[in-house]
Each structure stands twice: as C-alpha cells, then as structure tokens.
C-alpha cells in the first residue's frame, strides 16, 4: 500500500477513535447536566396550591391539615439540595480546560435543548397521614428556644398544691369564695388543657362546694322565728310604747319644746336603743308562757299575743322596731296612730287587757268595756322570777264589782259586815279584770292536764283589805262558782299591802286604790292602777 493511503486509514482511525471519545465525553456531560436541568425544571415547575404557612389545600382535609408528603421545601432543605447537587469547582475547571472548543459548543447547544420534564409526584402515591397539632409544634419550638425554662415550668406545674376545699362556716359573697378557693391555673398550664376538661373540673368543683353548703345548713339549727297565733284564738294584750319602754326624756321635750322638736329628737336618736318600762316584765313572762305552751302543744293557738299600741307618728316606729329586735321582743303587730287617740283601735285588734302609761287613754278603754290599767314603775329595783308569770289581783273594783264599796261609803263598815254574810251565797258580779283571771285559769288547765301543775309557769295570788273572818266566805264561793282557781288568797283586814307584795314580787298587780298603788311602789313592786268604781282617782 501507498503512503497516503496509509495515512489516510490512520487519520481514519484517530478520527474514529476522537469521535468514540468525543461521544463518551458528551454523554458524560449530557447526564451531568441533565441532572442540573432535571432540579431547575423541577423548581421551576408549578406546585401545588398551598396556603400561607406552606401546607397544600386539600379537599378531603381540613384548611388546618398537612400530609408530610406533599409539605413545602424550606429554606434550609433547599440550600442543603442545591449544595449537594453542585460539583467542585476544581473538577469543573479541569473539565472545561480538557474540553476543546468544539466541545464546549456543543455542550451548550445540548444545554440548550430542553430536557423532557420529568413527571411529578402523585399527591396520592402515599395514604395521607393526619396532621399534628399547631400547640405541638409551637411547643417543641418552645422548647428548642429555652429547654430550661420548659422543663421549670413542668417542674412547678408538677410540684404546685391546691388548698383542699372545706365546708364554709359562713356565708361568704362570690368574690370572697373565688378568692379563697381558687381555680384558675397559670397561662402556660390553662393552654395546655383541653377547654371542656377544664369546664367539667370546674361544675365538679361547683357541685362539691354546693353540697359542703347544703350539708351545713341542713346541720344548722333552725333559728326561725315562730309564728304568732290567730288573733281569735290568742288573749291580745295591748301596751303602749311609754308602758313598754321609758320615754320619759322624749315626753319631756314633747311637753315643754312641741312636736317638732319631738320628732327631730326621736328621728336622731332611732338607733339608740331604749331602757325598759314598767311592762318590760311582764311581757318577758308572758313570752315565757307561750314557749312552754309551745313545748308541750306544738300547734298550740291559744297563746298570748302582744300589741305595740301607741299614738306617736310612724317615723318614731324605727326606734321601736330596733329596740324590741334588741331585746328580743316577739311583737309583730304595731299600731302607730300619729297622735290620734288608739283607743278605736282596741276592739279591732279584739284586745283582752290594755296596758298605758297615760290614765286619760286608760280612763276611755274602760268605759269601752276594755280591761285597762295605767301602769307605774317600781321606786327600787326588784329581782323578778324568770321562769313563772306572777299576776297579784285586788278584790272589790278589780275582779268583783264595785258595790260593797257603795255599801261602805254610805252604810258605814258594820253595815257592810252585815251585807255580806246575808248574802254569802250569792256570787258577786263581776269586776273588769275577771275576764283577764279566766284566761290565766284556762291556760293553767293545759299545764294541769299535762301533769305540770306543780311546774305550771303561772301563779295568781288574791291580795284583798277585806277580812276573812266576815266577809272572805263570799269571795272564795264567787271564784268557786266562776269555775275559777286562786292559787294564793292574801286576806289582810285593812293592813299595807306593800310588805306583802314584797314576798310576792309579782310581774303586775292591779289595784283600785292609790293608796295601796304608792305604798306597793316604795318597796318596788311595779303596780298597775284600774280606774274602776267609786274610789277610783285619777292621778296622770
């Protein structure tokens, strides 16, 4: 063979074997930068729709819900994808510099043909997976930030004690209950429980305290006030306020200054409570009955009712609103008549015994046919039985009519010894405080029949200037024949009652006689004068 065809076929070859070369190398690059543009079409290639956190919106999840498949890169996994995609730099200069010029062209004409877009990844390769909650990523963000913190606040969660909740031992307002029983967490544990758990914690803790109340009020004695009886059924005993408590200061200013200054004076004092009057007493011992009436006859009607009676104006009605709740008074009915004269009252409220410091108004219950007394106060101070109401009646003009004494006053005495032992066997008529002894008697029986006669908390003594020996028979047989019992008859024949009295110490006795009213008030018994019959004196 020539020599040119021999050069020919190596220049043939080396060509041949360039272009194998050339080839290889090209491919070589072609995947490499098939690569480099596989990750700029996938980047470049829309996404999915997601919302402003980054999660994709689907239909068959909620606007809250993720799948881990389908979340958006973040900054870092995109930095760190584009870090391990890129070659180094010393591999790349050594490239291009083996390369030649032709090669380098057409590796630019192959990256500028466009690769095919590869196909991306099915949202429903996988099975969707629930999303996790937004506190739990807020808290392990929480605790990446400041794990100390976390875990102290774990700690004191942990460590915190609630005072145990004990039955209150009184009533306390909803703002001194929240206080003092405290339910409300801190902010970092409240976030960490559920919102109905913490509801029903809280109606738990309300039905627990409701019932710790329950159980102490069921406990708690009942302190309600009893009911005052029927005014049909009950003996209603009228009192002025002036008999029930001292006015004396106030009536002054009434006499002397008018009453204006006597309004002005109870309106600035009506919290000032009042001393007890000459009736005091006897009211106390009259409750002191019903109670024992009440012990042994829970539905007992026939008690005594007690009646504020009184002619000042309503606005002194404070003051003696607070002073009976002071003393603890059961009066629930008042008439205040503001200034006009309550005897017209009397009848209305079926009164059985009027009691007044004011003889005028006494004067007019009694010719009403109304049992009246005026009331006086004892000159000392007496110690008076609180367990027993103690009632002492005069004879003549009190329980019996007045008529021995006419006899007396126009017959003389010995005319009157004869009158009644002619007449022995008939009953005398009856005086204005008869009616009040048959009411005493009858609520005696109710003991009587409970076998506390010698326990029964009321005694009526007789004390009486008449002599036993000529003329006691007829007023012994008169009670008999009323159906009445005395318990004690005192027949003294003309001597002091005072004396007597003192070794009584009775809560009220009445008598016609001033005489015998003031010598009973200089050894402190407190008296009550019946203006009735022909000895009677009026003495304001």
């Given at each position: 063979m020539s020599q040119t065809s021999l050069k020919q076929k190596k220049n043939d070859t080396g060509s041949k074997n360039s272009k194998d070369s050339i080839d290889t190398e090209k491919r070589k690059d072609s995947e490499k930068s098939g690569v480099r543009l596989s990750t700029q079409e996938s980047q470049e290639s829309p996404l999915p729709k997601t919302d402003s956190r980054g999660y994709v919106v689907r239909n068959q999840w909620s606007r809250t819900s993720r799948s881990p498949s389908t979340r958006a890169p973040s900054v870092d996994e995109t930095r760190s994808k584009s870090a391990s995609l890129k070659l180094p730099a010393s591999s790349t200069t050594s490239r291009t510099s083996s390369t030649s010029p032709s090669q380098q062209e057409s590796q630019k004409e192959l990256s500028?043909?466009?690769?095919?877009?590869?196909?991306?990844?099915?949202?429903?390769?996988?099975?969707?997976?629930?999303?996790?909650?937004?506190?739990?990523?807020?808290?392990?963000?929480?605790?990446?930030?400041?794990?100390?913190?976390?875990?102290?606040?774990?700690?004191?969660?942990?460590?915190?004690?609630?005072?145990?909740?004990?039955?209150?031992?009184?009533?306390?307002?909803?703002?001194?209950?929240?206080?003092?029983?405290?339910?409300?967490?801190?902010?970092?544990?409240?976030?960490?429980?559920?919102?109905?758990?913490?509801?029903?914690?809280?109606?738990?803790?309300?039905?627990?305290?409701?019932?710790?109340?329950?159980?102490?009020?069921?406990?708690?004695?009942?302190?309600?006030?009893?009911?005052?009886?029927?005014?049909?059924?009950?003996?209603?005993?009228?009192?002025?306020?002036?008999?029930?408590?001292?006015?004396?200061?106030?009536?002054?200013?009434?006499?002397?200054?008018?009453?204006?200054?006597?309004?002005?004076?109870?309106?600035?004092?009506?919290?000032?409570?009042?001393?007890?009057?000459?009736?005091?007493?006897?009211?106390?011992?009259?409750?002191?009955?019903?109670?024992?009436?009440?012990?042994?006859?829970?539905?007992?009607?026939?008690?005594?009712?007690?009646?504020?009676?009184?002619?000042?104006?309503?606005?002194?009605?404070?003051?003696?609103?607070?002073?009976?709740?002071?003393?603890?008074?059961?009066?629930?009915?008042?008439?205040?008549?503001?200034?006009?004269?309550?005897?017209?009252?009397?009848?209305?409220?079926?009164?059985?015994?009027?009691?007044?410091?004011?003889?005028?108004?006494?004067?007019?219950?009694?010719?009403?046919?109304?049992?009246?007394?005026?009331?006086?106060?004892?000159?000392?101070?007496?110690?008076?039985?609180?367990?027993?109401?103690?009632?002492?009646?005069?004879?003549?003009?009190?329980?019996?009519?007045?008529?021995?004494?006419?006899?007396?006053k126009e017959h003389g005495l010995d005319k009157f010894f004869q009158h009644e032992a002619l007449f022995e066997n008939k009953p005398l008529a009856q005086g204005p405080l008869k009616g009040f002894l048959e009411d005493l008697g009858r609520l005696q029986k109710k003991f009587y029949a409970k076998d506390e006669r010698l326990l029964c908390p009321i005694r009526t003594y007789l004390v009486t200037a008449r002599s036993a020996a000529s003329s006691g028979a007829r007023v012994l047989k008169t009670l008999r024949r009323w159906g009445l019992e005395i318990d004690e008859a005192l027949f003294l024949a003309g001597a002091p009652k005072g004396p007597i009295l003192v070794k009584i110490r009775p809560h009220i006795f009445f008598d016609d006689h001033m005489f015998h009213i003031e010598g009973a008030q200089k050894f402190g018994t407190i008296t009550a004068h019946v203006p009735y019959g022909i000895n009677q004196k009026m003495n304001n």
């Open positions: 500028a043909q466009p690769s095919p877009p590869t196909p991306p990844m099915p949202l429903d390769s996988s099975p969707p997976t629930p999303p996790e909650s937004y506190s739990q990523s807020r808290r392990s963000n929480k605790m990446q930030e400041n794990p100390e913190a976390w875990a102290h606040g774990i700690a004191r969660l942990q460590l915190r004690e609630y005072p145990p909740r004990t039955p209150p031992t009184e009533w306390k307002s909803y703002a001194q209950r929240r206080t003092t029983y405290s339910t409300q967490l801190d902010r970092d544990c409240l976030s960490e429980l559920p919102r109905q758990q913490q509801l029903e914690e809280e109606e738990e803790e309300d039905e627990a305290y409701w019932a710790s109340v329950r159980t102490l009020y069921e406990k708690t004695p009942s302190c309600s006030r009893p009911r005052p009886p029927k005014p049909k059924h009950a003996i209603t005993i009228a009192v002025s306020s002036r008999a029930l408590f001292n006015m004396v200061d106030g009536r002054k200013i009434f006499e002397e200054e008018g009453l204006e200054k006597y309004m002005e004076y109870q309106l600035t004092n009506e919290n000032v409570i009042l001393t007890p009057g000459p009736a005091f007493r006897f009211v106390k011992a009259l409750q002191h009955v019903n109670a024992r009436l009440r012990e042994l006859y829970p539905n007992e009607q026939d008690l005594f009712d007690i009646v504020l009676m009184t002619n000042n104006h309503a606005q002194v009605g404070v003051r003696l609103i607070n002073s009976v709740n002071h003393y603890g008074l059961l009066i629930d009915r008042f008439c205040l008549t503001g200034g006009k004269s309550p005897i017209g009252y009397l009848k209305a409220y079926l009164t059985n015994l009027y009691l007044s410091a004011d003889s005028e108004k006494v004067q007019e219950a009694i010719q009403e046919g109304i049992a009246s007394a005026t009331m006086f106060d004892g000159a000392k101070d007496m110690a008076y039985c609180d367990t027993q109401l103690r009632v002492a009646f005069d004879g003549d003009a009190v329980l019996f009519s007045d008529e021995s004494e006419h006899i007396t």
